[in-house]
């Protein structure tokens, strides 16, 4: 079977808009460019799961982060995350409805991974893979080999997709298909739907 793999954060969600980084920010206390740029600087660290919540929006704040502030910045970061791109969301729905091999793979802290399998675009895959419950992060080539192995797939099988070069780069390195996504219409065409 071939599957195609769709990358969650600007692919099947738009970016993170602006307002609600600020929003987050303002919800702590916390200036809107030193939070933007902890929460960056942190990240990939929280997606493979070497830091919990607490101690992500702690090194993020630059102070402990006390239960209820983490509580709520969990509750803004995935609303963050919940804006879906309509256009590839109505491929990722060509793809089902047409009895396709569909699977999610994205660089996502399992609290934010528990918030966006509640949304009804992403609970309609099947078969989800996020790096916070794999312990890997794109583009580390185990990732890619985890995702197949997860899929009972050759690599050769997978075509994935993703809006960041490097995570396209790895994939294509560990032998799978690689498209690097820009807009849905192109996407649509490289795929022949």
Same mark, same amino acid.
């Given at each position: ?51 919990? =919540? #607490?101690? &992500?929006?702690?090194?993020?704040? $630059?102070?402990? %982060?006390?239960? !209820? ?46 918030g966006l399998d509640r949304?009804?675009w992403i609970a309609a ?15 580390? =080539? #185990?990732? &890619?080999?985890?995702?197949?192995? $997860?899929?009972? %797939?050759?690599? !050769? ?23 690097h996504f820009t807009d ?10």
């Amino acid at each position: 079977m071939r599957w195609t793999v769709f990358d969650y954060g600007g692919v099947l969600s738009l970016p993170q808009p602006e307002s609600d980084a600020d929003a987050m920010a303002e919800a702590v206390g916390a200036d809107p460019e030193t939070f933007k740029r902890g929460y960056w600087d942190h990240r990939l660290d929280f997606d493979r799961a070497t830091l919990t =919540p #607490e101690t &992500y929006w702690s090194a993020v704040l $630059g102070r402990p %982060a006390t239960a !209820a502030e983490v509580a709520r910045l969990v509750e803004l970061d995935v609303a963050s995350w919940s804006h879906p791109d309509e256009g590839t969301v109505a491929i990722l729905d060509a793809l089902l409805t047409g009895g396709s091999g569909v699977a999610l793979l994205s660089n996502a802290p399992a609290c934010i991974a528990d918030g966006l399998d509640r949304l009804p675009w992403i609970a309609a895959i099947g078969h989800r893979f996020y790096s916070a419950r794999m312990g890997l992060v794109k583009p580390d =080539p #185990e990732i &890619y080999a985890a995702l197949a192995e $997860g899929l009972g %797939a050759a690599p !050769a099988d997978i075509v994935f997709i993703d809006d960041r070069k490097d995570n396209v780069e790895g994939a294509e390195r560990a032998g799978l298909t690689a498209h690097h996504f820009t807009d849905a219409p192109s996407l649509r065409a490289a795929l022949s739907l």
